[in-house]
């Protein structure tokens, strides 16, 4: 077999999400030969910039895709929730692998979590879904936005310039980082608080191998590691997402879950204008997760 090579983000998570699904490939195809392309995203190369102001959806995977449509890969590797669900003609999702935890970690220097925060903490996240979230809990903090990759954003709780980070659990856990209890950071000992009342972005903890359409070979081959129940759980929380016409950077929370074969989805829709949040949650079969997904989003869109 010729070599197989797989376009990633340099960033520490994003490479070990693309040895993942490297590990997987070879496991399932013992005789290939993977190797990784490096990319640099819009994101990348401005890391102290406003995703919005950026070009909001696509910035961390626009530049892996012209990988594939160069043909300087076979297929790319994305965290989910930073892929648009509508992507480029010719380019098709090949592959879903088994979610990690889908949840958000409240990581601060005080245990408690949201309750042990005191007034007037500052709270940093670059995402406006938890942005609201957290302010419904705890109207007191003040929430600021921050840029950076993960151990960038725990390091900045260290140093004393946010009182808490709100973070990915999958991605503190594929780093190594634990999502519940204390870690050390230096002589430092920071905490870990899952916040289970909060719904996580579309497609959170899940990683998706993107490849060209007509690429036959490439699908057979990362086709092996996609995961049905996971496949259906994101089908349906992007297809809100879709449904209600935002991008990445909506503040929408949708999560969705499998059992007995049945497809469960909830999600929540918060007001830029400091409304109420509105709530939904329907349940349908698995093989409905898109038309599932629009009928949640016609509830919060009521």
């Known amino acids: 077999m010729s070599d197989f ?4 983000r340099g960033s520490e998570l994003a490479r070990v999400q693309s040895r993942m699904v490297r590990e997987g490939l070879v496991r399932a195809w013992p005789h290939l030969t993977v190797h990784e392309d490096v990319v640099r995203t819009t994101g990348d190369r401005h890391p102290e910039e406003n995703l919005t102001a950026l070009g909001g959806s696509g910035v961390f995977t626009k530049e892996l895709e012209a990988a594939l449509f160069d043909r300087r890969a076979s297929a790319a590797v994305h965290s989910l929730k930073d892929l648009p669900v509508d992507l480029p003609f010719g380019l098709a999702l090949g592959a879903i692998l088994p979610r990690g935890a889908a949840g958000d970690v409240l990581v601060s220097r005080q245990p408690g979590g949201p309750a042990g925060l005191p007034a007037g903490a500052r709270i940093g996240t670059g995402s406006p879904r938890r942005a609201g979230m957290m302010q419904a809990l705890r109207r007191d903090t003040e929430v600021v936005p921050i840029r950076g990759n993960v151990p960038t954003r725990i390091g900045r709780v260290a140093e004393g310039k946010f009182d808490a980070v709100i973070l990915a659990a999958a991605g503190l856990e594929r780093l190594g980082f634990p999502a519940d209890g204390p870690f050390l950071i230096g002589p430092l000992m920071l905490h870990a608080f899952p916040l ?27 086709g092996v590691l996609d995961d049905g129940e996971t496949a259906a759980a994101v089908r349906a929380e992007r297809s809100v997402l879709r449904a209600i016409g935002g991008g990445c950077h909506l503040a929408l929370g949708a999560l969705g879950r499998v059992d007995g074969g049945r497809l469960h989805l909830e999600a929540v829709l918060f007001d830029h204008s400091g409304g109420e949040p509105k709530m939904a949650a329907l349940s349908g079969a698995r093989e409905e997760a898109e038309e599932l997904g629009i009928a949640v989003a016609a509830m919060l869109l009521l």
């Open 196 to 222: 289970t009342s909060f719904l996580p972005a579309p497609g959170q903890g899940a990683i998706a191998v993107e490849v060209r359409d007509e690429d036959v070979r490439a699908r057979e081959m990362v």
């Open 5 to 8: 090579i797989l376009a990633t």
